[in-house]
RNA sequence: GCGCGGUUAGCUCAGUGGUAGAGCACCUCCUUGACACGGAGGGGGUCACAGGUUCGAACCCUGUAUCGCGCACCA
């Protein structure tokens, strides 16, 4: 008996096994290594996260690259680290401090709260790498980066000072998108549209020159219009044309405001009028720079509203401000109605609070080398996996927007900017403060997180690693961060390297549950996959996603996928099992000069088949096809049929038997080998166990394992092949016809039974021992084209007619089944007559007709079986 | 509004012009010396809908519905 469990246990093995390569240093790449270069770098996740589910398809996908490769023969590089992560990590620490203490981060002050936030990422930031070590991630851990480590941070900071140098970055005071919760702008992309249910509100505003005119006045934000300095109209409306030039009393405070004409005014939307309030939205303020408009800003970094606004509204939160403006407007009579009004509002991603739009003092990059980043691209140099993201990076590259870089926080890399004490205008940009340091005073703000990220190919690798591992060769990422990361990158890689940061693009899946919904935090739907690991293993959850995981479309997470992941590791176990009960692995003369069974040189040719396909599907970054591929031909082709066509052999011994072992060995050697980069744990143990682990240390290793042989067996021609292929498919289907026949006449599967062949031409001499054993028959009985003398159940089949010999009278076994087909059509008849009598149908309940059709539904199936009995007596 | 992607079995999903597939779930049989996290067999589909091209369409074309995503937004 073997002494391998009889339910793989897959805890203890992974553990080992990871320590072991770890121990080995196998994961370490070197620069001077012979070999040829394949590097990844890690998308790096938030220093404050936990692992996510799209967390371990991302990485699986990146460590199956970077086994295959290291199987191929090159010096990998997997090089990992994590990402400061400004706004989500300051928050995080900003909550735990007012929590614990009730202090704000201005009560520590900068330096302090700074030294907190450092505490607090020592504390907590590793347990997103400890969690992809248990995922079994083989990065190069000695290389761990993290973007605020001291050379990173330099080298953020000088790529500041070289593109204000160029000219391309620039201050200036500009209406950004401001997060009222974080206190800081954000960047176009930080912000999220989302469509939300509000109010139209239409308020009259009278015309000073014609008192008793009004002017109605469309607005979804009444709040702002405190700072109102121009109500605007088409130029070419003729409603209006006679009040250009004119003005309008704003209600309050109390004010003239002028009447300005603007082809930005869209005359068929709402009454054609427009409240100009240029501190507060982005289309008024550019009309406000059109006609010179005062700009007069009504709010708080905040969000509540300021002295400007009036006493009554000073210090009220927007929210509230702006019921408190509609029942002033009432009041006043100047509401002329309210209507429901759907529209898309910019919520901040972090926050999930409305932007505020806000003209402020920011730093702002024009980036460098669009057209190049576009054309590479445009013109494949770097692949996009699907392809079709490649269109969207595209529009966005040519509505390219100036980025806004600075934000008002603390944790980040402080922007390298001084102004002089005596004179902020004067200004120096450079890592360090000028010699008189005592006289400049440092920008308060810090870059934004992506202003780091985007220089992470190059920017974590010294001078011999660039020199061996960039640029990267594949990418693995979201396609939700497309725009924040991917596309600054290959920007940032021309600009400061000359080369495209990597070679291929591949987009994953989001996983979403089973509702569809997006897995988050707050929805607690997003199962814990360190839960799933220790429920399942990591290998289990590694293969069940990669089953799962199409071709960068969502994908619906059901945790029964993963315990199918587990369920085929416990088949494995087994069929290794199996082989182990057998003996120790014959090394003793190569698979060639075996004579094999034509059973054996199938299963042969069906592993290279799926070794080509398999191959075929990685190059094409089909996963989920290759992880296909690695299930069927395991499950179905080896265990299913293989190994139960070769027990016979197996148990009578001799040379048939060693051949049987042998091929065992090759295909599960091969076999292991391909599924190793899914299923990296128990591979390596079966590769130890079995006994295919040779030589000292590494070579021990399926780590750094070869690849099966293309074609194993060079030695037969492919004729001869197909040939043993078609005879034992013939086979097979014959036994498949037999378990047939024994289902519909109730002959169980451990009852063995005799069997009849007219056996085709085609097979003569095909030795017939495994047809008997799998069909579980006590003897296969050849008889000649005519068929048996007594009728039998039969089965046309390629291998020829069989006939199942049963203990029965024939004839009288057809007219029983005649008669019970009969009693069934007049269950079906009762039935239909039934459903087609109008009255009942109109009268009876949904559930009764749905029954009732159920019913006839398994009638009519049951008389189909009956048939199909039938037809083979 | 513009663009992209999806819609196939109860569920999750494969399937690029030639007889509709897998796993799970369901029903029947089987604890046979690897595995019940298993084996054998079975039921279940108007391939979203409507047109068109074709000898032949889940697949190609046109339109519609619906879900999701991206972009742009009219206050």
């Given amino acids: 008996m073997s002494d391998i469990s009889k339910a793989y246990e897959p805890g203890a093995v992974e553990e080992r096994w990871y320590g072991e390569w770890i121990s080995q240093g196998c994961f370490a790449a070197d620069p001077a290594s012979g070999k040829p270069g394949f590097s990844i770098v890690i998308p790096p996740p938030n220093v404050t996260g936990v692992l996510t589910l799209g967390h371990v398809l991302n990485n699986t996908l990146q460590d199956i690259l970077a086994r295959r490769a290291r199987q191929t023969g090159h010096e990998v590089l997997w090089l990992p680290g994590t990402d400061h992560a400004g706004i989500a990590t300051q928050t995080v620490v900003e909550r735990q401090l007012r929590k614990e203490e009730g202090k704000t981060r201005r009560d520590l002050g900068r330096d302090e709260f700074l030294r907190r936030v450092w505490e607090w990422k020592e504390k ?34 000088e790529t500041f000072v070289r593109l204000h140098a160029q000219g391309l970055i620039y201050r200036g005071k500009r209406m950004v998108n401001w997060c009222p919760v974080s206190q800081t702008a954000l960047s176009d992309e930080e912000v ?39 109500v605007a109209v088409h130029p070419e409306d003729p409603r209006y044309a006679h009040l250009i030039g004119r003005h309008a009393w704003r209600p309050f405070p109390r004010a003239m405001i002028p009447i300005v004409a603007d082809r930005h ?47 009554e509204f000073s210090g009220m939160e927007r929210f509230a401000a702006r019921e408190a403006a509609v029942a002033r407007l009432e009041e006043m009579g100047l509401l002329a109605r309210i209507e429901d009004y759907e529209n898309n509002v910019g919520y901040s991603e972090r926050a999930d609070v409305p932007v505020e739009p806000r003209l402020s003092e920011q730093w702002f990059l024009r980036y460098p080398q669009v057209p190049a980043a576009l054309d590479a691209v445009v013109s494949g140099k770097i692949r996009f996996v699907p392809e079709r993201w490649a269109k969207i990076y595209e529009h966005w590259m040519t509505n390219i927007q100036d980025w806004c870089i600075s934000r008002q926080l ?46 992470w190919p190059f920017g974590t690798m010294d001078g011999p690693t660039r020199a061996k591992f960039y640029p990267t060769n594949d990418l693995v990422t979201g396609p939700d961060i497309i725009f924040f990361w991917v596309a600054r990158m290959i920007m940032a890689g021309l600009e400061f390297t000359g080369e495209t940061p990597f070679r291929n693009v591949f987009f994953t899946s989001i996983i979403r549950d089973l509702k569809g919904r997006k897995m988050s935090k707050s929805l607690g739907n997003s199962p814990d996959p360190l839960d799933l690991m220790a429920k399942y293993g990591a290998d289990g959850l590694r293969f069940g996603l990669m089953r799962i995981a199409p071709h ?24 290794a099992r199996f082989r182990e009960m057998q003996g120790p692995p014959l090394v003793v003369k190569p698979l060639a000069e075996h004579a094999l069974s034509p059973y054996s040189v199938a299963v042969i040719t069906a592993f290279d088949a799926m070794h080509a396909a398999y191959r075929q599907a990685l190059a094409d970054f089909h996963f989920h096809e290759a992880a296909t591929q690695l299930y069927d031909f395991f499950w179905s082709t080896y265990c299913d049929w293989y190994v139960e066509a070769s027990k016979a052999e197996l148990t009578a011994g001799g040379a048939s038997a060693d051949s049987v072992r042998a091929v065992m060995d090759h295909v599960l050697g091969g076999y292991l080998r391909l599924l190793h980069p899914f299923m990296p744990h128990i591979t390596e143990e079966l590769w130890d166990r079995l006994g295919f682990a040779a030589g000292e240390g590494r070579a021990r290793l399926i780590l750094f394992a070869s690849p099966p042989d293309e074609d194993s067996l060079p030695g037969i021609p492919a004729e001869e092949k197909a040939q043993a292929a078609n005879a034992v498919a013939a086979v097979y289907e014959a036994v498949r016809a037999v378990r047939v026949l024994r ?64 203990d029965i009278d024939v004839e009288a076994e057809r007219q029983r089944m005649l008669g019970e087909i009969g009693k069934i059509e007049a269950e079906i008849a009762k039935v239909e007559a039934k459903l087609a009598d109008t009255s009942f149908v109109q009268g009876a309940p949904p559930q009764v007709i749905e029954s009732f059709k159920t019913r006839g539904a398994d009638w009519r199936a049951k008389r189909a079986k009956l048939e199909t009995a039938l037809a083979a007596l």
């Fill in 192 to 230: 999220v549209m989302k469509s939300t249910k509000g109010k139209l509100y239409v308020m009259r505003y009278e015309v000073a020159e014609e008192p008793g005119t009004f002017l109605e006045i469309a607005t979804t934000r009444p709040e702002t219009l405190m700072g109102d300095t121009a």
């Fill in 124 to 157: 907590h930031g590793g347990i997103i790498i400890k969690q992809l070590k248990r995922l079994g991630c083989s990065c190069d851990w000695d290389r761990e980066r993290f973007t605020m480590d001291e050379d990173y941070s330099r080298q953020v900071q």
């Fill in 265 to 311: 005014i869209d005359m068929a939307f709402g009454t054609g009028v427009l409240k100009v309030t240029p501190a507060h939205d982005k289309a008024d303020f550019e009309i406000g720079q059109r006609h010179g408009l005062e700009v007069i800003d009504v709010m708080n970094p905040d969000g509540t509203l300021n002295d400007l606004a009036g006493p």
């Fill in 743 to 806: 289902a519909e006449f109730k002959v169980p599967s451990n009852a063995e039974c005799v069997v009849h062949l007219a056996r085709h031409p085609d097979f003569a001499g095909f030795d017939l021992s495994v047809f008997r054993s799998l069909a579980r028959a006590t003897e296969i009985e050849e008889i000649g084209a005519s068929g048996p003398a007594r009728k039998m159940p039969h089965a046309l089949t390629p291998l020829g007619e069989v006939y199942l010999e049963l």
């Fill in 410 to 455: 603390w944790w980040g890399h402080r922007i390298p900017v001084w102004y002089r004490l005596d004179d902020s205008s004067v200004v120096h940009v450079g890592l360090d403060a000028p010699a008189d340091e005592d006289n400049w005073r440092q920008d308060e703000d810090v870059l934004d997180t992506w202003f780091s990220s985007w220089l």
């Fill in 552 to 575: 960068g479309q969502d994908v619906r997470f059901d945790e029964n996928q993963i315990k199918e992941g587990r369920n085929f590791a416990n088949k494995l176990w087994n069929a």
